[in-house]
């Protein structure tokens, strides 16, 4: 894992504070689909979730701060375990590790989904789609009214 990464365009000095079978100590929770271990940046693979400062609009037309309510809901699921298990799928042109992490059982990105906090990020990965489908069909999170796409939101903002 750590070549990988080195090659990735990671220095050495940053070496992930994690060892080779994936156990990351999150050091801080950034915002629904973000963390931080150490000096290094976790964005959560398949899944974009609404920025801090993002509101969104429920059936009765109140606004509630869904990034915010997203970044909680991240915490929640983090505290779950002492560490994560997470594996690297890439790293992004910011230079964030894109992870697939679970907090024990639970598979941190697909929990966000289920509970409507995130969306499935189809432009690169299906694998949250039925999640999303889920949390769509019983109005969970986001969908119990009207949002705009995380990735729509920063666009405009």
Known sequence: LIPGLLMGGIAAADTPPFDI???????????GDSLK????SIRLFGIDAPEGR??????DGSEWTCGKAATSAMADIVAQAAQLDCTLIDVDRYGRLVMRCLAGDTDIAE????????VAYRRYSKDYVSAESVAERNARGMWQGRFDMPWDWRRKN
Do not use: F, H, P
């Open 37 to 40: 271990s150490g000096k290094l």
């Open 21 to 31: 079978d994936g156990a990351v100590t999150v050091t801080r929770i950034v915002d």
């Open 111 to 118: 929990a966000l989904v289920e509970r409507g906090l995130a």
């Open 54 to 59: 993002q509101n969104c609009t429920r059936a």
